[in-house]
């Protein structure tokens, strides 16, 4: 099972708004409702911050917000703030299954 | 508050084996489907198993297949990891994670993670 595409890194300056995206196939992002995405600061656990494509657990800041085109998922964070700054991952069920990651996206602060 | 504790990771030879704990609390253990997931040092998140439940469902990444044993007792609210024929591609930060859903399979994420235990396979 071949991982999901991540870009490699995004940057942005404090307060302006990213978009991560996350492309898969017609076997996993495009064809369940079942994408998740995980913020990972180094030498921590894992942290969910949507489920299901859009939702946010609690305790996730509003910020936070994703969507789902075809077989493209994306995360965008609006009003970056420092503490933001994290490897980001994509998860989607797969028909292959039942997970499946994406290759990682390295945020910088600026 | 759901804790997951990992124990069990160490350095081991080629070829040889290891078993990984998961230690639960705080949540109903007996009601959730447990995952491994690891990281190679440098490289990103990879699924490797899941343990449904009731113990009942058991799936392994191909990379796995035929190594790994998941394993849970729920009377214990543990979950373990059998690592056999462990080649030094294992070696990984080992996570134990939560799927979010009561008695789901998969599919809905993972909403509580562990710190992770190391796995070193070198000669």
């Known amino acids: 099972q071949s991982a999901l595409t991540q870009p490699a890194s995004v940057s942005g300056s404090p307060g302006q708004s990213i978009t991560i995206s996350c492309t898969g196939t017609?076997?996993?992002?495009?064809?369940?409702?079942?994408v998740s995405w995980y913020q990972h600061h180094p030498g921590q656990a894992p942290k969910l911050m949507i489920y299901?494509?859009?939702n946010r657990p609690s305790g996730v800041p509003a910020r936070f917000s994703a969507s789902k085109t075809d077989n493209t998922a994306s995360l965008t964070i609006s009003g970056l703030q420092a503490e933001d700054e994290a490897d980001y991952y994509c998860?989607?069920?797969?028909?292959?299954?039942?997970?499946?990651f994406g290759t990682g996206t390295k945020v910088t602060v600026l | 508050e759901v804790q997951l504790v990992e124990s069990g990771g160490a350095v081991v030879q080629p070829g040889g084996s290891l078993r990984l704990s998961c230690s639960a609390s705080?949540?109903?253990?007996?009601?959730?489907?447990i995952h491994w997931v690891r990281q190679v040092p440098g490289k990103g998140l990879e699924w490797v198993s899941l343990?449904?439940?009731?113990?009942?469902?058991?799936y392994y990444a191909d990379s796995v297949k035929g190594r790994f044993t998941a394993s849970r007792d729920n009377s214990k609210n543990s979950l373990y990891l059998q690592m056999s024929s462990l080649r030094p591609e294992d070696t990984a930060m080992y996570y134990c994670?939560?799927?979010?859903?009561?008695?789901?399979?998969?599919?809905?994420?993972?909403?509580?993670w562990g710190q992770g235990t190391l796995v070193t396979v070198s000669s």
């Open positions: 994670a939560k799927e979010i859903s009561l008695l789901a399979v998969a599919g809905t994420g993972l909403d509580s």
């Open positions: 705080g949540f109903i253990f007996d009601d959730y489907t």
């Open positions: 343990i449904s439940w009731d113990g009942g469902h058991t």
């Open positions: 017609s076997s996993d992002v495009g064809g369940y409702n079942f």
């Open positions: 299901e494509v859009t």
């Open positions: 998860c989607s069920y797969t028909s292959r299954g039942p997970y499946v």
